[in-house]
């Protein structure tokens, strides 16, 4: 499977020649967590639990107008419990808090995207439901199968945290995107 590199994920792997020291500074994490990915998170990407929750959860929300995505969105941020627990209590969720307890503490969280940038399925909660106006969906989904998006570095209660997005494929078409935090500080 070929693999793409945005450009952030190039710039910080020294591909990009003529980007500012600074730039390559800032993202110089990249190449660690890019590899980490590749090795230790796309094998299970493919896992049917997964692929049939993403392919289920575009088939619900295929019809929906930018409207319901919007209603969906202020009902999660109204904190429906009912809505999260969709997301969190299902066996797709089960499955991604398995793969982050088993990380080691590498993986501090994971939420898996449909095809319209709806939340899955996810281990912790996410301050809103829709991600499609965010570059962890924009750069990945968007952007076809094979493709890994590595944003910036946060201080997360005194770790330095980095998110990956990765596109989700079945039979080599983007369904959609996971999002994973990286805890630096555990990453080998």
């Not at 107008?65 to 109204?78: F, R, T």
């Not at 809505?83 to 209590?89: E, F, I, P, Q, V």
């Not at 797709?92 to 398995?98: E, Q």
């Given at each position: 499977?070929?693999?793409?590199?945005?450009?952030?994920?190039?710039?910080?792997?020294?591909?990009?020649?003529?980007?500012?020291?600074?730039?390559?500074?800032?993202?110089?994490?990249?190449?660690?967590?890019?590899?980490?990915?590749?090795?230790?998170?796309?094998?299970?990407?493919?896992?049917?639990?997964?692929?049939?929750?993403?392919?289920?959860?575009?088939k619900k929300h295929a019809r929906l107008m930018q409207s319901d995505?919007?209603?969906?969105?202020?009902?999660?941020?109204?904190?429906?419990?009912?809505?999260?627990?969709?997301?969190?209590?299902?066996?797709?969720?089960?499955?991604?808090?398995?793969?982050?307890?088993?990380?080691?503490?590498?993986?501090?969280?994971?939420?898996?995207?449909?095809?319209?940038?709806?939340?899955?399925?996810?281990?912790?909660?996410?301050?809103?439901?829709?991600?499609?106006?965010?570059?962890?969906?924009?750069?990945?989904?968007?952007?076809?199968?094979?493709?890994?998006?590595?944003?910036?570095?946060?201080?997360?209660?005194?770790?330095?945290?980095?998110?990956?997005?990765?596109?989700?494929?079945?039979?080599?078409?983007?369904?959609?995107?996971?999002?994973?935090?990286?805890?630096?500080?555990?990453?080998?």
């Amino acid at each position: 499977m070929k693999f793409r590199m945005t450009l952030a994920a190039a710039a910080a792997a020294g591909l990009m020649f003529a980007a500012p020291a600074q730039a390559q500074d800032a993202m110089a994490h990249a190449p660690a967590v890019t590899a980490y990915v590749q090795k230790n998170v796309q094998p299970w990407l493919s896992d049917p639990v997964i692929v049939a929750a993403v392919i289920e959860s575009n088939k619900k929300h295929a019809r929906l107008m930018q409207s319901d995505i919007d209603a969906l969105d202020k009902a999660w941020k109204d904190k429906d419990q009912a809505l999260r627990d969709s997301t969190m209590k299902t066996p797709a969720a089960a499955f991604l808090v398995t793969k982050k307890e088993a990380s080691g503490g590498v993986i501090t969280e994971a939420f898996v995207m449909d095809d319209r940038g709806l939340n899955v399925a996810q281990t912790d909660g996410t301050s809103d439901m829709w991600q499609a106006d965010e570059a962890k969906w924009q750069k990945t989904y968007a952007a076809g199968p094979g493709t890994i998006f590595v944003d910036k570095v946060e201080e997360e209660d005194g770790k330095k945290i980095a998110q990956v997005s990765v596109t989700i494929s079945d039979k080599d078409m983007a369904i959609g995107a996971i999002t994973l935090g990286i805890d630096l500080g555990k990453l080998k």
